[in-house]
């Protein structure tokens, strides 16, 4: 007699447990905001000419001529190796409009801009001074700058960090909480320059005040909210 021997073998099911999430932190956004003031050491200001006349080759012409008068004021001024940078130039013709009439082409008008660059605010008085009796026709956009403003930008970014913290810090405080790690934090600056006015005076110099220039920076951070 045979006998039959059978092994059930245990079948194991595997469920997927699911895994609770833990919560997400909560966080707190503040804005921080400094602006500081230094002393320029750039002066800047647009000097131009401009000439009209019948043709187009008379009027450039005459503007080269000026130009190259005004060019060597500005040198004779600041040195051989001044900072001038031609920023615009233009040749256009003129109409005459008369109503119910075609317009009628009466010449050309050239007219060429350069940015000149000054370290101090008395060369550039010298200079704006200097071009109008040469032939300079158009002085403009006075400005004072600083060249390298990064002192002045990490001084106001960190003072904006540290009152975006303040304000982080506050607001925990009212929720009766504390500030932990912080987990973002964005910049933003911005420099305003001082720009001015010239008026070239004809027997006294160009009165010019530099004032102050000013960076102003924000930071926005997101801080971790604790018990």
Do not use: C, W
Not at 99 to 122: F, I
């Amino acid at each position: 007699m045979i006998k039959l021997v059978l092994f059930l073998s245990p079948v194991l099911f595997f469920l997927p447990l699911a895994t609770a999430q833990p919560p997400q932190p909560q966080t707190v956004q503040a804005v921080g905001s400094a602006t500081v003031s230094g002393q320029p050491d750039r002066v800047k200001v647009d000097i131009g000419v401009s000439t009209t006349a019948t043709t187009a080759q008379d009027a450039s012409t005459q503007n080269a001529t000026q130009m190259t008068a005004v060019l060597n004021q500005i040198r004779q001024v600041l040195g051989p190796n001044a900072d001038i940078k031609t920023i615009n130039y233009s040749l256009t013709p003129n109409y005459r409009s008369t109503s119910g009439q075609q317009p009628v082409l009466t010449g050309y008008t050239a007219t060429n801009t350069v940015e000149v660059t000054a370290g101090d605010a008395a060369s550039i008085v010298k200079v704006i001074d200097g071009v109008a009796p040469v032939g300079a026709t158009n002085i403009q956009s006075l400005r004072f700058a600083i060249a390298d403003d990064t002192p002045l930008r990490l001084q106001a970014l960190s003072a904006a960090a540290k009152q975006a913290m303040g304000h982080a810090q506050a607001i925990a405080s009212g929720l009766g909480l504390n500030v932990g790690v912080v987990v973002a934090a964005q910049e933003g600056v911005s420099v305003t320059p001082i720009v001015g006015t010239v008026t070239p005076g004809a027997t006294v110099s160009t009165p010019v005040e530099p004032g102050l220039v000013t960076v102003s920076a924000t930071v926005t951070i997101s801080a971790q909210l604790t018990r």
